[in-house]
């Protein structure tokens, strides 16, 4: 079977980019019975998987000035010719799309629901793609694969789908993470970013849907009773001056401590450093953080909503995300009780053991032969 793999997001650093990064090679090493043409939009990405025998890898150009029209040509006209012309059996789309219009099986990954849930934390040109033209390929995908259980219910329910064509493959948290016994490198983080002796982590951006602002909220009346601060790992997207506004108008800006874009080790670095990392997201598919933090022996509060239970196992503090005092009283509990965060640190550990990125691969090459099985038939 000739299997097309499309990797435009190979070269993003945001969480589809991980994902791309990490599950290919390891699908690419577990199989040695299939040919796979690796469809590149950056040229400057080739060459990744050049030595290997079954692969082959090729530059499909991209037209147009817009980023939207640009991506739209590359999904529905371009890719598809070049898959025409490679004489492919299967298109494995690794971000949320597929060509339309194609003889091909096709493969599309389900990085989430968020938008169909709670579609007001969500930018308008997003949702006006996600209620016309994602739908569409849903319903024309020949399987699907879905991040979590929660979010292959979410859509089987939402868009009425066929539940045999959507198939959970969970992900695993990233191989870096881990306890770091380089003393200097910790040391170095902490001087670098002039960390306090005692902090709490937040990993992502500042969005709605992040839940940043209940966040601040809890954390000044955890600030009532402890001497400790906040640190920040990410950026900002949109909508995020309301909550940063409230920095001021809680009085805590002074201990929270925003440190923009942080490269991989030195997340790694600052869970082996934090006393917690907090989550509150209000709604996600199966977050990595809590894997992360976990393979890292830092303890995790995060929600209970969607499908981080998922991702967390047994090895997190659940809170309400909507309730600013549950999220509070759960960072004080990990905060004053020892037995509780050395239980959260010992289940963390056999947490982020249940997931790797070589299941992942195993249980995506499965969906993807089955589709050589239909064809036979």
């Known amino acids: 079977m000739r299997i097309a793999i499309c990797v435009r997001t190979w070269g993003e650093i945001g969480g589809i980019g991980v994902y791309t ?3 290919l090679p390891r699908l690419l090493d577990l199989d040695q019975r299939n040919e796979y043409i690796i469809f590149y939009e950056n040229r400057a990405h080739m060459g990744e998987f050049e030595a290997r025998d079954n692969v082959r890898e090729v530059y499909v150009p991209t037209f147009g000035k817009l980023v939207q ?8 006209m371009t890719m598809p010719w070049y898959a025409k012309r490679e004489g492919v059996d299967v298109i494995f789309h690794m971000k949320f799309a597929i060509p339309l219009f194609t003889k091909c099986k096709t493969v599309m990954v389900l990085h989430g629901t968020e938008r169909f849930v709670y ?9 006006w793609f996600f209620r016309t033209i ?6 024309r995908a020949s399987a699907i694969l879905a991040d979590s259980e929660n979010a292959r219910r979410d859509v089987i329910q939402k868009l009425n789908l066929a539940p045999d064509k959507v198939k959970t493959v969970h992900l695993a948290g990233d191989p870096a993470c881990r306890i770091l016994h380089d003393e200097k490198l910790l040391a170095e983080t902490r001087t670098k970013y002039k960390l306090p002796e005692r902090f709490i982590v937040y990993v992502g951006h500042i969005y709605p849907g992040k839940n940043v602002g209940r966040l601040f909220k809890a954390f000044a009346t955890v600030r009532k009773a402890y ?5 920040m790992a990410g950026g900002v997207r ?22 923009g874009y942080v490269s991989v080790e030195e997340i790694v670095a600052l869970y082996n450093l934090a006393e917690m990392t ?20 830092c303890p995790v509060v995060t929600s209970r909503t969607g499908g981080t239970p998922e991702s967390a196992g047994d090895a997190a503090e659940y809170v309400d995300p909507f309730n600013t005092q549950d999220i509070a009283d759960a960072m004080c509990r990990v905060l004053s009780d020892p037995k509780l965060r050395r239980e959260l640190v010992e289940k963390g550990f056999s947490n982020a053991h249940r997931f790797s990125w070589e299941k992942t691969a195993k249980e995506t090459l499965a969906v993807l032969e089955s589709l050589k099985a239909e064809r036979l038939h």
């Open 69 to 76: 029209i640009r991506t739209w040509i590359w999904d529905q």
């Open 278 to 297: 907090v989550f509150p997201s209000v709604y996600e598919c199966f977050p990595a953080i809590p894997l992360d933090a976990n393979a890292c022996g």
């Open 119 to 127: 579609p007001e934390f969500h930018q308008r040109g997003d949702l």
């Open 227 to 231: 001497d400790i601060e906040l640190v």
């Open 134 to 139: 994602y739908p569409q390929y849903l319903k």
């Open 21 to 23: 990064r990490l599950l």
């Open 238 to 259: 949109w909508r995020y001056q309301e909550d940063l506004d409230l920095l001021e108008t809680l009085g805590i800006q002074d201990q929270v401590k925003r440190l």
